[in-house]
């Protein structure tokens, strides 16, 4: 049964490029089926993308530059005392390295999965060829000319199979040319185009844009009607960085430009996420919390780990190694909406959860593993989720919590969701299709949650709804009832209302008027 259980992750691993690890607040991440899954027609080279970490030429020379440092004779320095912000960032390090280390650890044991993993480059396809030299688009937008470049958009019909059964050939049946720079650049078909700049070839997957700018032409991203503002907001700025100026590998900018962003003007009328790449220096958290943060209007809420990995799963560098911690972080932080008052945003923080762990093998210097699925698939420990339609019906599905704690430890439930076409701007529906014995769920399975009625904002996703579910078994709520016998039971004879659960989870029992078929 175990071994099911094992392969059936795996193959959903294959499939989706996230494996979540047991007994630990961690996921496994593979970016590169991740990202493809955006795709129609093209798809990510994992050769390109993991050339940092497999190409042994390359690790090659770094070994031999490594080993000349070594042959340097150095003085050995003595170690200094911590100062303030050292001492302070350690102990945010002690305070996480319990859950990194423990997140590793899931890794390890995970060995059908690291099977996987040391063949990632082999495992999704051939590599192609080399692009060469790539253009660098920074440089290309400082040059006086810059207004005038332009990049063509290849859009085409659908293949087109040979009547002899050759290959498909591809007839471009228009091509669009806009600005490149200080431009909203739009694919607003659902496949994936081709898009040319100066004899060189980018991508853009279906329903996308991107806006190339530097800060001062940024408020241009400020939409007309707050409700065509944004939901999500992934930022990784270009902060201050010694090593990264030092390599010349980007140009990074002072840290005191990023409060000028206007983020608050760009979040939808319902509020936003907010999620910001940091890196662990205690003078750039410092600069976040107390002046980036409040500037933007965000309200910070947790924060998550990216802790990067080997090909073979071992950490890239030693845990506790202080200038070079082998992960990074990302703070998650909330916009107020118009609509919305401190009550519900102060609802919404425990559902949101902290300390969260992405382990993923790096890909170039400084490229973040793709975020914007990965919370939908953050489960709570006690649930899971499965797809009793198949994984190509993914708008109805079904979540399971097994609580561990509270009135309905030992019972299993499962609730069905159907996720609607303007979702985030609609709730998700949800019913409880196990019999059970709440005060917020009747007993036609219908569910009583704020966030799935007047307290949905787009803000939210499915991960808050099952954690919201979840709290559901730890709190049940007598103030709000759907099954008010039950309610009631709980507010006057909690000792009655535990016995009451207890017959209804172990089944063919009668509670009051109501038989239980049981859900244990």
């Given at each position: 049964m175990?071994d099911s259980?094992?392969?059936?992750k795996l193959s959903?691993?294959?499939e989706?490029?996230?494996?979540?690890?047991e007994?630990s607040?961690?996921?496994?991440?593979?970016p590169?089926r991740?990202?493809?899954?955006?795709?129609t027609?093209f798809?990510?080279?994992p050769?390109?993308y993991y050339s940092?970490?497999f190409d042994s030429?390359?690790a090659?020379?770094e070994a031999?530059?490594?080993?000349n440092f070594r042959k340097?004779?150095r003085?050995?320095?003595?170690p200094?005392p911590?100062?303030d912000?050292?001492r302070?960032a350690d102990q945010?390090?002690?305070?996480?390295?319990?859950?990194?280390?423990k997140?590793h650890?899931?890794l390890v044991?995970?060995?059908?999965?690291?099977?996987v993993v040391?063949?990632l480059?082999e495992?999704l396809g051939?590599?192609t060829?080399?692009?060469?030299?790539?253009?660098s688009l920074v440089?290309l937008g400082r040059?006086?000319?810059?207004?005038?470049?332009?990049?063509?958009?290849n859009?085409?019909?659908?293949?087109?199979?040979?009547?002899d059964?050759?290959?498909p050939?591809?007839q471009?049946?228009?091509?669009?040319a806009?600005?490149?720079f200080?431009?909203?650049v739009v694919?607003e078909t659902?496949?994936?185009?081709?898009?040319?700049?100066?004899?060189?070839?980018?991508?853009?997957?279906p329903e996308s844009s991107?806006?190339?700018s530097?800060?001062?032409?940024i408020?241009n991203l400020?939409?007309?009607?707050?409700?065509?503002g944004?939901?999500?907001?992934?930022i990784?700025?270009?902060?201050e960085?010694g090593s990264?100026?030092?390599?010349?590998?980007y140009s990074?900018?002072?840290?005191?430009y990023?409060?000028s962003?206007?983020v608050?003007?760009?979040?939808?009328t319902?509020g936003?996420l907010?999620?910001?790449?940091?890196?662990?220096?205690?003078?750039?958290r410092?600069?976040?919390e107390k002046e980036l943060?409040p500037a933007w209007?965000v309200k910070?809420?947790?924060?998550?780990f990216?802790l990067?990995?080997?090909?073979?799963?071992s950490?890239?560098?030693?845990?506790?190694?202080?200038?070079?911690r082998?992960?990074?972080?990302?703070?998650?932080?909330?916009v107020?909406?118009?609509?919305?008052?401190?009550?519900?945003?102060?609802?919404t923080?425990p559902?949101?959860?902290d300390?969260q762990?992405m382990?993923?093998?790096p890909?170039d210097?400084?490229r973040?593993p793709?975020?914007?699925?990965?919370?939908?698939?953050?489960?709570?420990?006690?649930?899971?989720?499965?797809f009793?339609n198949?994984?190509?019906?993914?708008m109805n599905f079904?979540v399971?919590i097994e609580?561990?704690?509270?009135?309905?430890?030992?019972?299993?439930?499962?609730?069905s969701?159907?996720?609607?076409?303007?979702?985030?701007?609609e709730?998700?529906?949800?019913k409880?299709?196990?019999k059970?014995y709440h005060?917020?769920i009747?007993l036609?399975?219908?569910?009583c949650?704020?966030?799935?009625?007047e307290?949905?904002?787009?803000v939210l996703?499915?991960n808050?709804v099952?954690y919201?579910l979840?709290h559901?078994?730890?709190?049940?709520?007598y103030?709000d009832?759907?099954?008010?016998?039950?309610?009631?039971?709980?507010?006057?004879?909690p000792e009655?209302?535990?016995?009451?659960?207890?017959k209804?989870?172990?089944?063919?029992q009668w509670?009051g008027?109501?038989?239980?078929?049981g859900?244990?």
């Open positions: 175990e259980k094992t392969s059936d959903e691993f294959l989706s490029g996230v494996y979540r690890l007994d607040n961690a996921v496994f991440i593979d590169v991740v990202l493809n899954r955006s795709y027609r798809r990510v080279s050769s390109a940092r970490s030429k390359h090659g020379q031999r530059v490594s080993s340097r004779k003085k050995e320095k003595k200094q911590l100062n912000r050292e302070a945010r390090h002690q305070e996480v390295r319990p859950f990194l280390l997140a650890e899931s044991r995970a060995t059908e999965l690291l099977e040391s063949n480059k495992n051939p590599s060829s080399s692009p060469g030299a790539e253009q440089e040059v006086w000319q810059a207004p005038l470049y332009e990049i063509t958009l859009f085409h019909p659908n293949d087109n199979a040979r009547e059964g050759g290959a050939t591809i471009y049946c228009e091509q669009r806009f600005p490149v200080n431009n909203l694919n659902s496949e994936d185009v081709e898009a040319e700049l100066l004899n060189s070839r980018y991508i853009l997957p991107f806006y190339m530097d800060l001062g032409q408020h400020i939409p007309a009607e707050s409700d065509c944004f939901n999500l907001i992934v990784d700025p270009p902060w960085n990264a100026r030092q390599k010349q590998r990074t900018l002072p840290n005191r990023f409060l962003l206007p608050k003007q760009i979040c939808h319902d936003a907010v999620a910001l790449w940091v890196t662990n220096r205690e003078k750039l410092g600069f976040v943060f209007g910070y809420v947790a924060t998550f990216w990067k990995v080997k090909a073979d799963g950490l890239i560098s030693d845990l506790d190694l202080f200038h070079h082998p992960y990074e972080c990302l703070l998650l932080g909330l107020h909406g118009k609509d919305t008052d401190s009550k519900q945003l102060s609802s923080k559902m949101l959860p300390n762990i382990l993923s093998i890909g210097y400084s973040k793709p975020i914007a699925d990965i919370s939908e698939l953050n489960l709570p420990k006690a649930c899971e989720i499965s009793p198949g994984k190509n019906d993914l079904e399971t609580p561990d704690e509270g009135y309905y430890t030992g019972g299993r439930f499962v609730f969701f159907h996720v609607p076409i303007i979702y985030p701007h709730a998700p529906k949800v409880c299709e196990t059970i005060p917020n009747d036609e399975g219908n569910v949650l704020n966030i799935l009625r307290d949905w904002k787009p996703n499915i808050t099952i919201g979840s559901l078994f730890t709190q049940p709520n103030e009832p759907l099954n008010h016998e039950a309610a009631d039971v709980l507010r006057d004879d009655l209302f535990q016995s009451n659960v207890r209804a989870i172990h089944g063919r509670v008027t109501d038989y239980f078929p859900c244990n």
